[in-house]
């Protein structure tokens, strides 16, 4: 009788415990995470919900506040929050996170996201030393295909097609699935009198997207060219 009672006593001991421990970790759970409301932000954003997207932003943003109030030098905290005013298309304060962000660490990420937001205030001087600079620094960084599409689109808004043409061949390289860039890398090789190129890249472009009117217009375009 007194070892069932004591097995009965440890039982409930047990029972007890894993219901202390439940909200804790519950709470573990639903501690607020920037980079999900970012993401969830840019699904948003990819499925054209511009108000969803942004509150998902303004969302991630205050969560980066918070960490930051916490741990001043939270460079992931620095990162997000940068990358969610670049999306919110507040580029001159990105540019003001990302400073202070520097002046505490070096981040490639940061200055990744500074070159985007340079570009984006027409400061191409600016975004491309900042984007030459995250190539050089991390040159199998996670963002490496878009700080060579933003150099090449520096470059062709400039009229450096040989320059832009390395540039959009070297962010197909590393990102081959949008369709845009291969356009863009069609455009500048048409520019420069590749037309042979130029058509293979337009192809590349309506594989990916097939109701690519521009691309279909540029292939017919430099095929007409190659028959005359």
Do not use: H
Not at 45 to 51: H, K, P, V, Y
């Amino acid at each position: 009788m007194k070892l069932l009672s004591f097995r009965f006593i440890f039982a409930f001991i047990v029972v007890l415990s894993v219901f202390s421990v439940v909200p804790a970790f519950s709470q573990a759970q639903q501690k607020p995470d920037a980079l999900r409301s970012y993401r969830i932000g840019r699904d948003f954003e990819a499925r054209n919900r511009t108000a969803e997207a942004e509150k998902a932003y303004n969302e991630a943003i205050e969560i980066c506040k918070q960490d930051l109030a916490l741990n001043s030098k939270n460079m992931d905290a620095y990162t997000i929050y940068g990358w969610a005013l670049v999306r919110l298309a507040r580029y001159q304060e990105a540019v003001q996170i990302c400073t202070t962000a520097l002046n505490i660490s070096f981040d490639p990420r940061i200055i990744e996201t500074m070159g985007e937001a340079y570009f984006y205030l027409d400061n191409y001087r600016e975004s491309l030393r900042n984007m030459e600079r995250y190539t050089d620094v991390a040159p199998r960084g996670e963002r490496i295909s878009t700080a060579y599409f933003f150099m090449a689109e520096i470059y062709r808004l400039t009229r450096r097609y040989n320059l832009a043409e390395f540039a959009y061949t070297t962010a197909v390289y590393y990102e081959p699935a949008l369709s845009l860039w291969w356009y863009r890398l069609a455009t500048v090789r048409e520019e420069t009198g590749d037309n042979p190129g130029a058509a293979d890249a337009y192809r590349r472009a309506l594989q990916l997207r097939p109701d690519y009117k521009e691309a279909t217009d540029g292939l017919r375009r430099v095929q007409n060219r190659r028959r005359a």
